[in-house]
């Protein structure tokens, strides 16, 4: 295939509901989460995102109780239009340790570079 410099790639959205930290399960909350993900430096073909398609479904399980585990970690005033960021850079970390350094060895290919909450709804 043809090689592209530079990539970014959104997945589709991912419905994750979780209890909010501190409310003695009383509350809760649901949320679509897409991932951005980038390719690193270096030419990008066709059989790449095919691979990054494969591992991402294989590995969908995963991704999702990381997701979950960050978001039931988080107290209500931690889902505010100011704190939310923080909540979706460690989403994306902990993807990026968790799951694409074991996927793509010595940092090569791809890594979240965002994660984001098309729909985030708190009950």
């Known amino acids: 295939g043809r090689p592209s410099r530079w990539v970014r790639v959104k997945t589709s959205p991912y419905m994750i509901t979780f209890n909010v930290a501190g409310t003695n399960a009383e509350r809760f909350g649901k949320v679509s989460a897409s991932l951005g993900v980038m390719a690193r430096k270096g030419a990008i073909f066709r059989e790449d995102f095919a691979m990054l398609h494969s591992h991402v479904g294989l590995y969908m399980p995963k991704i ?21 960021g923080g909540v979706q850079k460690e989403i994306a970390n902990r993807l990026n340790e968790e799951v694409f350094a074991k996927l793509f060895p010595g940092g090569k290919k791809f890594y979240v570079s965002e994660v984001l909450f098309p729909t985030l709804f708190l009950q």
């Open 64 to 84: 999702k109780a990381i997701m979950t585990d960050v978001l039931r970690s988080k107290f209500i005033d931690e889902f505010g239009p100011e704190t939310i």
